[in-house]
């Protein structure tokens, strides 16, 4: 955990500064500050849960090929999924502030959509990957491990974001929320099965510690989501009743 934490804190960085160059906005490096930073944060804080030292890989991680190709693919996703979080609490915050002036800015959410492209492309390669090399060290492609159960969930989930926003179910607010909602299932993929569910054929990741931290942050986090969505339905109403009084 304590590894992976750090590749995606450096892969968060490399990823913003990447769609900086393409776009040329600012807003990319201003999403990735704050994830890295408090991921980086996290893992010097909690030495116990998250421990530094280096261990002995057990014999099914010892194939360097698959663990360099399947476990970075994932985490490359984990990383984007996370630029796009943070993307979308800025988004979140201006909805909060200014409702009509967030909504009205297609650039951003179009730029938010790119990102969750390139993590949806990263982790559904990192699962195929990763269904190739069980068949490689376990002797079946898919088994409905918990590890796995969970990484198709997430997959799902931002699958249906990007699907929904395209055919028009939910607007570009909609989007903008799952954005940061959707990143509970990649929190729960990489963290949840390790520290709290504890099953699985996955357990060279299994440890302990660190769910009030992360109980903390859901709870905060989905109250900011609701606080959002409160402010903009509140817009859209007061926008619908000023049309009835404004003739024309």
């Not at 909690?46 to 970075?72: C, E, K």
Request: with cysteine; glycine share 8%.
């Amino acid at each position: 955990m304590y590894e992976s934490i750090i590749w995606v804190s450096f892969a968060v960085s490399f990823f913003g500064m990447i769609f900086f160059s393409r776009y040329r906005t600012p807003v990319y490096l201003l999403a990735a500050l704050p994830v890295t930073l408090t991921a980086l944060l996290l893992v010097h804080q909690m030495p116990i849960a998250m421990p530094s030292s280096i261990d002995p890989l057990v014999p099914v991680l010892r194939d360097n090929f698959w663990l360099t190709i399947h476990v970075l693919t994932i985490t490359l996703s984990y990383a984007a999924f996370a630029l796009a979080m943070g993307f979308g609490h800025i988004l979140l915050f201006r909805y909060a502030r200014n409702p009509s002036g967030a909504r009205a800015d297609a650039p951003m959410h179009f730029w938010l959509y790119r990102v969750l492209q390139l993590g949806v492309l990263l982790l559904a390669s990192g699962t195929i990957l990763g269904g190739v090399w069980a068949n490689y060290s376990w002797g079946r492609f898919w088994g409905w491990d918990p590890k796995e159960t969970w990484a198709l969930i997430a997959l799902l989930c931002y699958i249906l974001t990007l699907h929904g926003r395209l055919a028009g179910w939910w607007t570009q607010f909609g989007l903008v929320v799952a954005s940061v909602v959707c990143f509970l299932a990649v929190l729960m993929a990489w963290y949840g099965v390790n520290f709290v569910l504890g099953k699985g054929l996955h357990s060279y990741g299994f440890g302990i510690g660190g769910e009030t931290y992360v109980a903390a942050f859901v709870i905060v986090d989905l109250l900011f989501v609701a606080f959002a969505i409160w402010r903009y339905r509140m817009s859209k109403r007061a926008v619908i009743v000023a049309g009835d009084v404004v003739p024309g």
